[in-house]
Nanobody
Framework: QVQLVESGGGSVQAGGSLRLSCRVS????????LAWFRQAAGKEREGVAF????????YFTDSVKGRFTISRDNAKTTLYLQMTSLNADDTGMYYC????????????????????WGQGTQVTVSS
């Protein structure tokens, strides 16, 4: 059973940066697609960043391309989301998610349904 625990959210002014972390446990040696989703108040949840099963291939939704980076540590125990040039549209609850998969790129991972979720961490960007 995969467990995901996010941290690192907070309040930041527009133009600032934040790094979110997600502790991943219970994955063993299995391969997983990992991702960050977010949900703003009154809006549907959207996937913003995806990491392929090899840990290198990435995919981002258009609104965050060039500003967000997704990565994981070598021990595969922590997933990161580095966010820069933040704006008010980036405000929302951010969730770490995982799904078991074999040899998928970041783009392919973006098309999967995720079944493991963290509890979320709030990001608030003030202008």
């Amino acid at each position: 059973q995969v467990q995901l625990v996010e941290s690192g959210g907070g309040s930041v002014q527009a133009g600032g940066s934040l790094r979110l972390s997600c502790r991943v446990s219970g994955a063993g040696s299995s391969r997983y697609c990992l991702a960050w989703f977010r949900q703003a108040a009154g809006k549907e949840r959207e996937g913003v960043a995806f990491l392929g099963t090899g840990g290198r291939s990435t995919y981002f939704t258009d609104s965050v391309k060039g500003r967000f980076t997704i990565s994981r540590d070598n021990a595969k125990t922590t997933l990161y989301l580095q966010m820069t040039s933040l704006n008010a549209d980036d405000t929302g609850m951010y969730y770490c998610a995982a799904v078991s998969a074999t040899y998928r790129t970041g783009s392919q991972c973006s098309r999967l349904s995720y079944n493991y979720w963290g509890q979320g961490t709030q990001v608030t960007v003030s202008s």
